[in-house]
């Protein structure tokens, strides 16, 4: 009787410490190797990372130390006895990327992990709750570095499962009709609310009295008054098949053909899935004698939280904006990575970008975008700009999760990525000069014949695009647009290598970015106009030219203001690409209220058109005039504002890699308030902006346990009155147009006004 008691004891005991019901301050959010649910994934990592998020006992509360314990079973764990590694306590305020440092880890086993903590009273936290996490192969032989294999998961009740080894694996969702339509003829109509990437699950009850032996089914993305669009145009689908039919109840799935690939790196679903396309909408054509007991759209995507982020403001159209992007983001990830489109499939290091940045503003998941790198490194795609887009997103990788493995383990990779094998006498660089040799291409993983520069997209040329999105850019052997990317890719080629300590290479990108950026001014700036040209040898000058040295901080500060008015004339002639930089641009040169403004325009270029045609994800072009033949309904390089958002309306930014310092400048325009909570690797972060546009400012913020932050408020006019949690304060300093005040953890309210 003891016996029996001890077990349920101890088992009710294991399912609420594996289920995350720890008590008091205990850590949450643990990750292994970057993974908040490595229990259903692999790693392939003899010596894995830990982090967690440290929760306050106190006011204004740090971690001062910790303790990690490993073993072979979660029973050894809650006894007391880790038999594989035991920090014991170490005096440390590091909460992530802790290496594990234990007996050697065998492949193709379960592991369990937890940790306590103490903070500044010396105190320790209860334990976390315990995480597994599994092994897969170590040593295998891979086509590339950072493969990541669709493997087969052994759980301990002797079934198994399959998952991807590295990063989080994707997962069928099941969504329910939200509209439901009989046809006096029969028919039947279904809308499901939102487009993705899914097949139909139904259960059918089926009289065969009548001979037929197949039932139709169609889906499609876009609607049409209660209806499917049948010629949706451009890429936008619909499609109508059959489903085979038995007598009686029975479930069914809608077969979808197999994707077949059509550009050199797409992608295809692992064959024990079913195929995927997609839909918003169904319509079944009935016969006698049928009835759909159910109906179920299968969304395919990676694990989701969709309460780690969200925002809302005065203004519906922004929150409609955001939660379009929102959703577009982890929509597209049908693959386990940042592959989307239905025509094609595969990853572009641009997209990528785009989607990594806007992943870390909706969810605490850093895998699949460390994964979508990985690939993109050994799997170059054509634009000569999108290479440098590699540089970008190692950078982003360290920045967001203050991890060194990817840009260590990369580096000689990343130094080619930032095309420096293109640099002519000039001191520029050009895709047009000959140095495309086999050995340079090579240096970047691109398999093609040569790169060629893209400027924007889509380009007008030959009448394909007939309208194009290049504002008539004017492409020379030298582009502007291509020497501004370089210029990026230098500076933060320069922040990689003082991460990795290459002293050598930090003077000598340092110094080449100067360099370029003095020629770059030379060669393209018109000092008639002051504003940039497309390159040298053209007297033409397009939004392109200019914005991108705006977003990269090659315009000096005596000729910002022409080239900040030249970039508001040119309204939104680009693409939906290449608005992430206009944002950037504009917000960056502290233009809040205009960059509101163009972000919630009401015109056939934004984000709101693409809500009034009615996609629910966002689209590959402005609007199909745009791009009249290849448009897809499901493109998340358009979702930029899921990040922009967060990160320049309400100013939330990480001041080092890893966020334990935080800069907190939010640049919220006319908007009378605004929210947002922000998933970072040490834990949320919530900002709350009310004001009087003009008059006063109030901001409350919560920042985790173990950082610090740097509150930026307007200078409202050179006399102002500053409250901190209530009380006058006079610890601000003026920097520019803003008034800084430092910030403990936890939660402070700072307020601003004229005097």
Same mark, same amino acid.
């Given at each position: ?88 306590? *170490?005096?440390?305020?590091? /909460? =992530?990327?802790?290496?594990? +440092? !234990?007996?050697? #880890? ?115 993305? *876009?609607?049409?008054?209660? /209806? =499917?669009?049948?010629?949706? +145009? !451009?890429?936008? #689908? ?518």
């Amino acid at each position: 009787m003891k016996k029996n008691f001890r077990y349920i004891a101890f088992s009710l005991f294991s399912f609420i410490a594996l289920n995350g019901f720890a008590q008091g301050n205990a850590p949450t959010g643990l990750l292994c190797d970057l993974l908040p649910h490595p229990e259903i994934a692999t790693i392939t990592n003899k010596t894995p990372d830990f982090g967690w998020i440290v929760n306050a006992g106190v006011k204004d509360d740090y971690q001062s130390a910790y303790r990690v314990q490993v073993a072979t079973s979660a029973s050894l764990l809650l006894d007391g006895h880790p038999d594989l590694w035991d920090s014991e306590k *170490k005096l440390s305020g590091q /909460s =992530i990327n802790i290496r594990y +440092g !234990g007996k050697s #880890l065998q492949p193709h086993q379960h592991y369990y992990w937890r940790v306590c903590t103490w903070g500044k009273t010396g105190i320790q936290s209860p334990w976390s709750a315990i995480q597994r996490f599994n092994t897969s192969d170590f040593d295998l032989a891979r086509p590339w570095p950072g493969e990541s294999r669709w493997v087969e998961l052994p759980e301990e009740n002797g079934k198994t499962s399959w998952t991807f080894e590295n990063r989080e694996p994707v997962n069928f969702h099941d969504v329910a009709p939200v509209k439901t339509i009989a046809y006096k003829n029969g028919n039947i109509f279904y809308d499901f609310k939102k487009d993705a990437f899914a097949y139909l699950a139904l259960n059918i009850t089926w009289d065969d009295r009548v001979k037929y032996d197949s039932l139709e089914v169609s889906i499609g993305e *876009k609607g049409m008054t209660d /209806s =499917i669009d049948r010629k949706p +145009g !451009g890429g936008i #689908l619909y499609n109508s098949y059959k489903i085979a039919l038995k007598k009686g109840v029975h479930d069914y799935i809608l077969e979808l053909p197999r994707f077949v690939p059509q550009f050199p790196h797409s992608e295809v679903m692992p064959l024990q899935m079913p195929e995927v396309i997609p839909f918003r909408y169904a319509e079944i054509k009935t016969i006698p004698g049928l009835k759909v007991n159910s109906i179920v759209q299968k969304a395919l995507y990676v694990k989701f939280n969709p309460g780690a982020s969200s925002f809302s403001c005065s203004d519906d159209k922004l929150n409609q904006i955001y939660e379009l992007c929102k959703y577009s983001t982890i929509a597209n990830t049908f693959n386990g990575d940042y592959a989307n489109s239905e025509r094609e499939r595969m990853m572009y290091e641009a997209d990528c970008y785009i989607q990594q940045m806007s992943h870390y503003a909706i969810d605490r998941d850093f895998a699949t975008a460390r994964y979508s790198t990985e690939n993109l490194i050994y799997h170059a795609s054509w634009p000569t700009e999108w290479i440098n887009h590699s540089v970008f997103m190692a950078w982003a990788d360290y920045l967001y999760t203050g991890n060194k493995d990817l840009i260590e383990q990369y580096y000689t990779d990343l130094k080619a990525k930032t095309l420096i094998g293109l640099e002519t006498s000039e001191g520029l660089i050009s895709s047009r000069t000959g140095l495309q040799t086999k050995s340079f291409l090579a240096s970047i993983h691109f398999d093609g014949d040569m790169i060629h520069d893209i400027d924007d997209w889509p380009d007008a040329d030959q009448g394909i695009y007939p309208n194009g999105e290049t504002d008539n850019y004017e492409r020379k052997d030298y582009n502007t647009v291509v020497n501004a990317f370089y210029y990026r890719a230098l500076i933060l080629m320069s922040r990689i290598a003082r991460a990795t300590n290459h002293p050598d290479d930090i003077a000598f990108f340092e110094a080449k970015a100067e360099k370029v950026k003095k020629k770059f001014n030379e060669d393209f700036f018109d000092s008639v106009n002051k504003i940039y040209i497309d390159g040298i040898g053209s007297r033409h000058f397009s939004l392109q030219a200019t914005m991108f040295p705006l977003a990269f901080g090659l315009v000096p500060d005596e000729y910002k203001e022409s080239v900040v008015n030249y970039v508001k004339s040119k309204w939104m002639a680009c693409s939906v690409y290449a608005a992430n930089y206009l944002m950037e641009a504009l917000y960056n040169s502290e233009q809040g209220n205009y960059a509101l403004e163009l972000m919630t325009n009401d015109s056939d270029r934004g984000w709101l058109n693409m809500i009034r045609v009615g996609a629910t994800m966002t689209t590959e072009a402005w609007d199909i005039k745009y791009d009249p033949h290849d448009i897809s309904w499901s493109h998340a390089w358009a979702a930029s504002p899921a990040h922009i958002i967060p990160r320049k309306i309400m100013g939330i930014e990480p001041a080092e890699p890893g966020y334990g310092k935080i800069n907190i400048k939010p640049q919220p325009g006319d908007l009378k308030w605004a929210r947002m909570k922000l998933p970072t690797i040490r834990g949320e972060i919530s900002v709350d902006i009310n004001q009087d546009p003009g008059n006063w400012f109030t901001v409350a913020t919560s920042i985790p346990a173990n950082t610090t932050a740097k509150i930026y408020l307007p200078k409202l006019s050179d006399k102002y009155l500053l409250t901190v949690d209530g009380k006058v304060s006079k610890t601000g300093k003026i920097e520019g147009n803003w008034v800084v005040v430092n910030s403990a953890s936890g939660s402070h309210k700072f307020g601003i006004k004229k005097s």
